[in-house]
């Protein structure tokens, strides 16, 4: 979203020192692109065109430069269209009979999730990120009126807010961790992407969650262990990266855990 962002990709390069030689390439998937760039990297070691590939993702919402009428009292995304984006998350809620009161409770989990995790003992740059609300109560979350829908189900206390983020993962061939002497944390077994109706939409929003829960039967004790995007935030084009980062060092740390528990 960011101005800057053309060719972001050849410019981190060349800032963090990758070879001036080694080519560089943006992608756009929108929510999906830390992931997406994960996908191009494994296709370019599968067809061995690099044994080493740095993918990532970044976003800086705060840096969007926009042009439009009336923005400055307040504008929907995709007002234009007569679709704002928060309307996918209501018809949600709508079909799954999902209810404010459900929603609020996730949104209270999550923050309460991530303000829960422990991190490591050491010199931090940055105390805490101003997204997370770890303070907030149901009592104060109920209060909150409804923004796209009347007596709907979306507020602000449980969508995503404005973000952001930046994250990188490095990818290598078996033959490449082998020939540098590297250890890695994960391996990646299969990628898939699919479309889906434009009616729904992703993690921004409480309903969406709340609906995948219900219909998959998922054990809302297993997921987002950490807190999800309400209360980490949503930056687009980086999400990916660090949901595959937190997804890594969460199993990681629960098969220590599990052989701890075991010893």
Known sequence: SSRDAAYLARHVGLRVGVPIPTPALTVNRLCGSGFQSIVNGCQEISLNDSEVVLCGGTESMSQTPFAVRNVR???KLGGDLQTPMGVTAEN???KYNITREECDRYAFKTQQRWKAVKVKKSKQSLERDEHP???TT???LGKLPTVFKKDGTVTAGNASGVSDGAGAVILASEDAVKKHNLTPLARIVSYHAAGCDPNIMGIAFAPQYLSVEKVLGLDPEKTNVNGGAIALGHPLGASGSRITSHLVHELR???DSLA????
Do not use: D, S
């Open 138 to 140: 149901l009592e104060q």
């Open 253 to 255: 740390y629960q098969v």
């Open 73 to 75: 009292f307040g504008t």
């Open 92 to 94: 949600l809620a709508a």
């Open 133 to 135: 609300r770890p303070e």
């Open 260 to 263: 701890a528990q075991r010893k």
